[in-house]
């Protein structure tokens, strides 16, 4: 059956190829009546106007209302907004922990259709002018899609003393909000001070949903699943053949799972890489006893993408890349870790096949094991159906991510990171060799139009787009009480 993420790909694709074709009748219109050298022109400015602003992967119309219902233990508190204050209605106690989702009705201006419309967040006193600038520690701006019209969801988690204090301030940037905005909080126990084992389908998933939650941990275990192999044309261009390439990338990728976390001070005897192959997972659950090779390596034996491994697992004795090993594999890990939470992907929010089949095993070892978990907290490192979320720039907070049905209720838990955290965090992902290699010629291109004619930035630590969605001044989790 074909994931939600294909359909919308393939819908959006029809659409594009439709918009071509009309394009290509009135170029060939233009040339004909015009002259070539109008038409070429014209072609030349509808790339650059498709490379700046119609590129993005936005399966969805920014016209939809963001939809959301939040668990029963998430209370609503009364607030006003006037005068681009918000302001707490009654002497609500908050504590500065809590996580806060602010609902608000946007509405993008028609410079909003060009330049992303945000919204900023200051702790501002009267008489001093807000700023712009989401690094400084009192001030924030949330990003939303080019066009947005409906409800969207801001977090305001980090602002309760000053939302208290009466003195938290909202503007529109390319956008005016409208209607009155609704106020959500929801009390957690500090995960940090619990046990926790973090599930990575590849390596650099732990780092990208997680870096900053197991730094701060009392105790962390990281398991890694697969060696993510895969796609090593980079490692080509050094004159290894396509199975030479495959086995270097996986070593080294096994060897990033294991070396990034001693950076947050995870000892490499709490991080295990277990071997399996990149994108192989659903194929291994649809035949549990099979032994499932990699597509690339010429490999079936996960033994050597495990050898910096310090813990050793009963199926180091065979290697044999099989649902049923994997499910067993973990099952150990959890008696071994006693994980008080687990942390792993989001079954609905993150479509990566390798991510939804992670779950499944996660679910699968803990229906037989002797040792469960208080709580599951979900993350998502993919959308379906926005290629850019979170949105905007990096070291912004992360807004609640597009979501337009209402398959039940959801407890988001944000967690704040102080902006030395985010940058230790910026350089866990610069040691991970899959973020680092080279973007292509096109995508440079396309990134350097949408500077200049989008407004948009790229941050310092790297080329690749996690380096931008990533490095936040949030944490965002949904969690899974059991």
């Not at 909080?185 to 870096?211: G, N, S, T």
């Not at 990728?253 to 000892?267: F, H, M, T």
């Not at 337009?404 to 965090?425: C, V, Y």
């Amino acid at each position: 059956m074909a994931s939600r993420k294909s359909i919308l790909l393939q819908r959006y694709r029809r659409k594009k190829r439709i918009a071509l074709i009309l394009f290509a009748l009135t170029l060939g219109c233009v040339g004909f009546f015009a002259g070539g050298g109008w038409a070429l022109s014209l072609l030349v400015l509808a790339w650059i106007a498709h490379e700046a602003w119609f590129s993005d992967h936005l399966f969805y119309t920014p016209g939809a209302d963001y939809v959301y219902r939040f668990d029963e233990r998430a209370e609503a508190l009364p607030v006003t907004f006037a005068d681009a204050r918000l302001m707490l209605v009654a002497d609500t106690p908050l504590d500065a922990d809590d996580t806060l989702m602010l609902s608000v009705n946007l509405r993008a201006s028609w410079m909003g259709r060009f330049l992303d419309p945000a919204v900023i967040v200051s702790a501002e006193n009267d008489g001093q002018k807000a700023s712009t600038d989401s690094s400084h520690p009192e001030q924030d701006g949330q990003t939303f899609e080019r066009g947005a019209k409906g409800v969207r969801y801001l977090n305001l988690t980090g602002f309760a003393d000053t939302l208290r204090n009466g003195g938290l301030r909202l503007r529109g940037r390319h956008c005016r909000l409208q209607g009155a905005p609704r106020l959500w909080r929801m009390a957690h126990p500090d995960y940090r001070q619990k046990r926790l084992l973090i599930v990575a389908p590849h390596a650099d998933d732990a780092e990208l949903a997680a870096f900053g939650l197991y730094s701060q941990a009392k105790e962390a275990w990281i398991v890694t699943l697969t060696a993510g192999e895969i796609e090593a044309g980079h490692y080509q261009r050094m004159g290894l053949s396509a199975r030479e390439a495959a086995r270097l990338k996986g070593r080294l990728r096994a060897w990033d799972s294991l070396a990034a976390p001693i950076w947050a001070g995870v000892p490499v005897e709490q991080s295990i890489q277990l071997g399996y192959f990149c994108l192989q997972l659903p194929v291994m659950r649809q035949t549990p006893d099979a032994a499932v090779p990699s597509r690339e390596a010429d490999l079936c034996d996960t033994r050597p993408f495990r050898i910096f491994n310090r813990v050793q697992l009963a199926s180091d004795r065979d290697g044999i890349p099989s649902w049923n090993n994997l499910v067993a594999d973990l099952r150990e890990i959890i008696l071994k870790a006693k994980p008080e939470a687990i942390v792993l992907p989001h079954p609905s929010f993150d479509p990566h096949p390798d991510h939804i089949a992670a779950g499944d095993a996660i679910r699968e070892a803990l229906a037989e094991s002797a040792w469960q978990p208080q709580v599951l907290l979900h993350y998502a490192n993919h959308l379906h159906d926005n290629d850019r979320w979170p949105m905007g720039e990096a070291h912004a907070g992360v807004a609640l991510p597009p979501r337009f049905e209402d398959t039940g209720p959801l407890l988001p838990w944000a967690l704040p990171l102080a902006r030395s955290r985010q940058t230790d965090k910026a350089m866990a992902l610069a040691m991970m060799h899959d973020l680092t290699t080279p973007l292509p010629f096109r995508k440079r291109l396309r990134r350097a139009l949408q500077r200049v004619f989008a407004g948009r930035g790229h941050p310092p630590y790297g080329e690749n787009e996690f380096f931008r969605k990533a490095v936040r001044r949030h944490e965002l989790f949904w969690v899974e009480r059991r």
